[in-house]
T-cell receptor
Framework: SQQGEEDPQALSIQEGENATMNCSYK?????LQWYRQNSGRGLVHLIL?????REKHSGRLRVTLDTSKKSSSLLITASRAADTASYFC????????????FGEGTQLTVNP | NAGVTQTPKFQVLKTGQSMTLQCAQD?????MYWYRQDPGMGLRLIYY???????DKGEVPNGYNVSRLNKREFSLRLESAAPSQTSVYFC??????????????FGSGTRLTVV
């Protein structure tokens, strides 16, 4: 079964708006990562947040982690048409070594 | 360009045929992984190799075998393809112990159709 569940499954916004995607997971983790996948391409690592961190920034990306609620959010500010892609959260469990377990993804469409 | 290279990019098989998906990385990574991605779903781990000489089953290993040929190469074999194995297959790699810091590097995928 999938470890992560993402919400919403699909999101459509206008260029310049902010996009927020949420991820929930079930077991204790070492870290949580977000990946982007453009249509027909492989996944690209965006950002990683460790279990002892609450918030992390990278350019227009902001990730939060709430281990008490077993949830994370990815905020993309000032979105661009080029941000159109699927976004996946992935977790490294405390007991899984370096293996990643992926959620089902959020399809983000940014309209020009 | 440095990264993970997968071949072939596309393949159509008849039920019962066999084939091997190839994956090579040139980043001196220790760990390599095979995932499959089905429409509307995330990635599911088939097999992984934490280091050269070791392989382990992931979430969905049935119908597959793997070989870690050397540090660079990790192949996935379908011995008798079934329509349920129609999917996009991704290979990924990470430096040992650093997936928790830098994440994985993915290949561009192999789109496999079994008819």
């Amino acid at each position: 079964s999938q470890q992560g569940e993402e919400d919403p499954q699909a999101l459509s916004i206008q260029e310049g708006e902010n996009a927020t995607m949420n991820c929930s997971y079930k077991t204790s983790i070492n870290n949580l990562q977000w990946y982007r996948q453009n249509s027909g391409r492989g996944l690209v690592h965006l950002i990683l947040i460790r279990s002892n961190e609450r918030e992390k920034h990278s350019g227009r990306l902001r990730v939060t982690l709430d281990t008490s609620k077993k949830s994370s959010s990815l905020l993309i500010t000032a979105s661009r048409a080029a941000d159109t892609a699927s976004y996946f959260c992935a977790t490294v469990w405390e007991t899984s070594g370096s293996r990643l377990t992926f959620g089902e993804g959020t399809q983000l469409t940014v309209n020009p | 360009n440095a990264g993970v290279t997968q071949t072939p990019k596309f393949q159509v098989l008849k039920t019962g045929q066999s084939m091997t998906l190839q994956c090579a990385q040139d980043m001196n990574h220790n760990s390599m992984y095979w995932y499959r991605q089905d429409p509307g779903m995330g990635l599911r781990l088939i097999y992984y190799s934490a280091s050269e000489g070791t392989t382990d089953k992931g979430e969905v290993p049935n119908g597959y075998n793997v070989s870690r040929l050397n540090k660079r190469e990790f192949s996935l074999r379908l011995e008798s393809a079934a329509p349920s194995q129609t999917s996009v297959y991704f290979c990924a790699s990470s430096a040992f112990g650093t997936a928790s810091f830098y994440g994985y590097t993915f290949g561009s995928g192999t789109r496999l159709t079994v008819v």
